[in-house]
């Protein structure tokens, strides 16, 4: 391919169509709150069904309610290649997070569509279901049951905060499949994403190749306390589950800043009990979390975070045990895809450079499984997971057509 027989989206449907999904769940403060298996979910995969039936392609869903969207290919016999990410979003999240790159995948099969172009291999836009792990936990659980990281059956069963199951939530707004598939049905997956940091945009360049992530770990720490009168129990009495839980997230912040500017590290999210004024917490739980592009470097902060544990238990007199670990990060996307998109872009002479990625995506439970590649766009002064998030057509419509590029090349490999 050269610059001449390159492809080009037509950047202004695409704007249309992010303009659309702009509209259905509505934040406070200009952004989205999509949140996954809600009604503004069922509406947003509804008119996403919609826009793939419309545009020829055969759409079916799998038992998790991720939607797979095929156009045909001249050898239906061979394994598509899958293009795609999630529409739910963060409780008070942006327009573009995940969006950007279904509805760049269905633009894709858009743009072939317009000018007759057939593909050897078919074309699968996918929709995973909750990515975000906001209302239901994991994360990435549509792309973990796919890949087996995630039985089918946990997924169904695990809770939202006001006790909704998952499985009969999936029924309610009409996404519960019967489809099952696996990842030896597709030759490769391809995912374009909104940079969610500051790189690209501080820098000025188009795309991101993303060669790995950071390596993350995290837990979740349970504080045992006892209930007590805030006024007449002595100091010496109380066993505050708050202060055992505050001790760790002062401290787990003091790491990050040791391994700074590379280092991060949080604790994003606080329970206690009963939370009410007047009354000594019994109970807490933090959810711990640091980061780093080193494996090693991300390890030994970890190390130092449980190193923790025994340090707050002692100072607030309560009991803290690790309830749940993670970690991911630790993955490398395809070599040859990798190669192929940098040759894409130089083709196209769109701006490019090698990056790791710090969030967790869809396509790192994909990498495990299949070959796969990472294209980052541009994200004003890196916000997301914020109602601000931004992105310019100017700025994403390079990067939607070395995806669309790059597809082509492989749907026809
Ligand atoms: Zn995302």
């Known amino acids: 391919m050269n610059r001449t027989n390159a492809l080009e989206i037509n950047p202004d449907r695409l704007w249309d169509t992010l303009l659309v999904s702009a509209q259905i769940g509505p934040g406070k403060a200009g952004g989205l709150s999509r949140l996954t298996l809600s009604d503004d979910d069922k509406i947003m995969r509804d008119k996403f069904v919609h826009w793939c039936k419309e545009a020829g392609c055969k759409v079916s869903v799998d038992q998790v309610g991720n939607i797979f969207a095929r156009r045909e290919g001249q050898d239906p016999d061979l394994a598509p290649v899958m293009v795609g990410s999630h529409l739910d979003t963060q409780i008070a999240g942006g327009k573009y997070d995940g969006i950007l790159g279904v509805l760049s995948g269905l633009e894709i099969i858009r743009t072939l569509n317009d ?7 078919p074309i699968e836009v996918v929709c995973w279901t909750n990515e975000e792990g906001v209302r239901f936990h994991p994360p990435m659980m549509g792309a973990a049951t796919f890949v087996g990281a995630l039985e089918v059956e946990q997924a169904l069963t695990q809770t939202d905060a006001d006790g909704a199951v998952f499985g009969q939530e999936l029924e309610r707004i009409g996404y519960a499949g019967t489809g099952s598939r696996t990842p030896a049905d597709i030759a490769a997956y391809f995912e374009l994403h909104i940079e969610q940091g500051p790189v690209l945009d501080e820098e000025g360049i188009h795309v991101g190749i993303v060669t790995g992530g950071f390596t993350s770990f995290g837990a979740r720490l349970e504080i045992k306390g ?3 009168h805030a006024g007449p129990t002595l100091m010496k009495r109380r066993k505050d589950a708050l202060v055992g839980a505050a001790v760790i997230v002062a401290e787990v912040n003091k790491i990050g800043w040791e391994y700074e500017p590379e280092g991060r590290s949080t604790c994003a999210k606080l329970d206690a009990s009963p939370n009410m004024y007047g009354i000594i917490a019994d109970y807490a739980a933090v959810t ?4 780093h592009p080193d494996p090693a470097a991300a390890r030994e902060m970890y190390q130092k975070a449980l190193a923790l544990i025994p340090v707050a238990a002692g100072q607030a007199n309560v009991d ?17 895809l990798i190669s192929l998109v940098r040759k894409t872009a130089a083709d196209l002479n769109v701006s490019h450079k090698h990056m790791l990625s710090v969030a967790g995506h869809d396509a790192y439970q994909l990498a495990e499984a299949v070959p796969t590649a990472m294209i980052f766009t541009p994200c004003k002064d890196g916000i997301t997971h914020n109602e601000a998030e931004h992105v310019e057509a100017g700025y994403t419509v390079p990067g939607v057509n070395v995806l669309l590029n790059s597809v082509v090349v492989r749907a026809n490999g």
């Open 115 to 121: 000018r007759n172009i057939e593909t050897k291999r």
């Open 226 to 228: 006892e209930n007590a």
């Open 288 to 291: 711990v979390d640091v980061r």
């Open 320 to 336: 803290i045990s690790i309830a749940d670990e993670w970690s991911f990060g630790e993955i490398a996307f395809d070599q040859e």
